[in-house]
């Protein structure tokens, strides 16, 4: 079967470490073309400014470049479109009405109003969209969710899930005091726990949360948060937390507590640490295998693996669990299955909105200083 013909829109920081690493090892997937504004290097001129992450041209001479998105989207050899630059409402739009398949970086859109039209104009023109929620595949979440689905926790009633990062570079131009949608770390990086805590657990039953700037800018874009989800149904409390204000070695992500256990987990899934160090290259098959002096800890009424060990004082089964190896390579072999009709896409369009509508709720919680109950719409 032909390998499916990608289009990227972008060749900066997001193409290079999060997407080409796990495209580039898939034999049913084709590097054929690039979106990037920037004219190609010319050798003789020294004065020329070199774009941040280099220029497609040079490190994948066989693909197409185009510098303007209308000749990027008549291209109908192209069968997949990757948005990976900022303004992804109209790039997403655009690809979709040229007959393409879309994978667009998280936080998907900037509303669910939008998030809505997206979804619909998919649906009428019979493609597959689908969002970079590339957690649900690193080592870590993909042990949770293992030890979840097989009961090793019992009923869940607490879970705090965290991406704390301190002080990222990354926030140093965050200088504007006035909030706008898209803005501030629960776009940023509470989408990526968000929709962890929705693949997990579902729609919560409300949503209450506490947005900050603790960056030294008085500003209404948070750069911390904690965001609590309840479910009155299961009588269970997510808590989802980033900080940047946080010492500590191996960062906490996950802490949960069931009816017969508990997991306890430090430190990040390596897989994006390894593709940061080799930009635009394909990943290993080692790229997700923790370093077991972070595999989480797992504590068991009963014994659930054999990892675990009998403490006499405490009455409890308590072992370093292995980490799964992580996988975001899975996200793009379920693109090429879903495509092609043999699966049905993992990362769904409407379950992105909904964490989309999570952050919506958050900054009204915020605002208003209560709690809001779930609502679709307007509250």
């Known amino acids: 079967m032909a390998p499916i013909r990608v289009g990227f829109i972008g060749y900066g920081f997001s193409v290079n ?4 690493p796990f495209v580039l090892p898939n034999p049913d997937l084709q590097v054929y073309a690039f979106l990037q504004r920037a004219a190609p290097p010319a050798a003789s001129d020294a004065s020329q400014t070199k774009p941040r992450w280099g220029h497609c041209t040079v490190d994948f001479p066989l693909a197409k470049h185009y510098q303007t998105p209308g000749p990027f989207f008549a291209d109908d050899q192209i069968d ?27 936080p998907f859109v900037t509303s669910t109003a939008a998030a809505d039209r997206m979804t619909t104009l998919a649906k009428e023109r019979g ?9 649900r595949f690193d080592s870590d979440f993909l042990t949770l969710g293992h030890l979840v689905k097989n009961d090793a926790l019992g009923e869940v009633r607490e879970a705090e899930i965290h991406f ?25 990086l509470g989408t990526h726990t968000i929709d962890q805590a929705l693949v997990l657990f579902g729609r919560p039953s409300s949503v209450t949360a506490f947005l900050r700037s603790n960056r030294g800018v008085e500003s209404d874009v948070d750069d911390t948060f904690t965001i609590i989800l309840q479910y009155d149904r299961q009588n269970l409390v997510v808590t989802v937390k980033t900080a940047i204000v946080s010492h500590v070695k191996d960062q906490l992500k996950y802490l ?23 930009p635009g290259k ?24 054999a990892s675990q060990r009998f403490d006499p004082a405490s009455r409890l089964y308590i072992g370093k669990y292995p980490s799964l190896r992580g996988w975001c390579r899975g996200y793009y072999e379920n693109v090429v299955a879903a495509i092609r009709g043999e699966q049905e896409v993992c990362v769904k ?19 208003r200083g209560c709690t809001i109950p779930w609502s679709d719409n307007e509250v």
């Open 80 to 106: 997949l479109v990757v948005v990976c630059s900022h303004a992804h409402d109209e790039l997403v739009e655009q690809a979709l009405r040229a007959g393409k398949h879309v994978v667009v970086e998280k």
């Open 127 to 135: 493609k597959i969209l689908t969002v970079f929620h590339n957690r």
């Open 17 to 20: 470490c999060f997407h080409l």
């Open 282 to 305: 394909p990943a290993t098959d080692d790229y997700g295998v923790e370093d077991e002096r972070i595999w989480g800890t797992l504590t068991t009424t009963a014994e659930f693996d």
């Open 256 to 278: 949960v507590r069931g009816t017969r256990g508990s997991y306890l987990k430090f430190g990040f899934c390596p897989q994006e640490e390894r593709a940061i160090a080799a």
């Open 349 to 367: 369009p409407e379950t992105a909105r909904d964490g989309l509508r999570v952050i919506e709720l958050a900054r009204l919680s915020h605002e």
């Open 164 to 188: 704390d990062l301190p002080t990222p570079t990354w926030i140093s131009g965050w200088t504007r005091k006035e909030y706008s949608p898209g803005e501030g770390m629960a776009f940023g």
